[in-house]
T-cell receptor
Framework: NAGVTQTPKFQVLKTGQSMTLQCAQD?????MSWYRQDPGMGLRLIHY???????DQGEVPNGYNVSRSTTEDFPLRLLSAAPSQTSVYFC???????????FGAGSRLTVL | GEDVEQSLFLSVREGDSSVINCTYT??????LYWYKQEPGAGLQLLTY?????DMKQDQRLTVLLNKKDKHLSLRIADTQTGDSAIYFC???????????FGQGTELSVKP
């Protein structure tokens, strides 16, 4: 039981490049979400999904796309990276009836 | 939108008690959480409290909830250097089950 797995752990991009942060969970959780963490700002919700085929915007969705084609996977896409997207990204999941989120270990992204 | 606020820093001496405070605005809050983040690591759930409770104790941790004032606190008894970390308060916002986080309080424990 691996929990929530995020890849890559570290990534450096140039402005304008695109990339996908991967998130996978093996707990059959319906709810998955992406947060970004910036110093002094806590964690802010980017996008979330309450089940396969359903996604919705969080607090700071601009510049990011998501899709949820399977229950297990919830990738976060940056189509044209900007320096303002330099951050640590966390994926989290929970089952529909639960009240506790399980977090991945994080992905540190630097955009030059 | 809903908001969660924390002070950014707290410094205590080893062996003292630490009290980390949090305020929130969500009137329909159901659960409130405390997470711990050590340097370079992910978030570890410490404890949580259901909104119809006033207090919850778990070993060295005591959570107090004042629902009228929308104030949550985390007390760590006999604070150790290993408790040095960033502590996040979070509110399970009822609509969509979203977790709203505070800015985090950096706890520094001096020997």
């Amino acid at each position: 039981n691996a929990g929530v797995t995020q890849t890559p752990k570290f990534q450096v991009l140039k402005t304008g490049q695109s990339m996908t942060l991967q998130c996978a969970q093996d707990m059959n959780h319906e709810y998955m979400s992406w947060y970004r963490q910036d110093p002094g700002m806590g964690l802010r919700l980017i996008h979330y999904s309450v089940g396969a085929g359903i996604t919705d915007q969080g607090e700071v969705p601009n510049g990011y796309n998501v899709s949820r084609s399977t229950t297990e996977d919830f990738p976060l896409r940056l189509l044209s990276a900007a320096p303002s997207q330099t951050s640590v990204y966390f994926c989290a999941s929970r089952s529909a009836g639960a009240n506790v989120l399980t977090f991945g270990a994080g992905s540190r992204l630097t955009v030059l | 939108g809903e908001d969660v606020e924390q002070s950014l820093f707290l410094s205590v001496r080893e062996g003292d008690s630490s009290v980390i405070n949090c305020t929130y605005t969500d009137s329909s809050s159901t659960y409130l959480y405390w997470y711990k983040q050590e340097p370079g690591a992910g978030l570890q759930l410490l404890t949580y409290i259901f909104s119809n409770m006033d207090m919850k104790q778990d070993q060295r941790l005591t959570v107090l909830l004042n629902k009228k004032d929308k104030h949550l606190s985390l007390r760590i008894a006999d604070t150790q250097t290993g408790d040095s970390a960033i502590y996040f308060c979070a509110d399970l916002y009822n609509q969509g089950g979203k977790l709203i986080f505070g800015q985090g309080t950096e706890l520094s424990v001096k020997p």
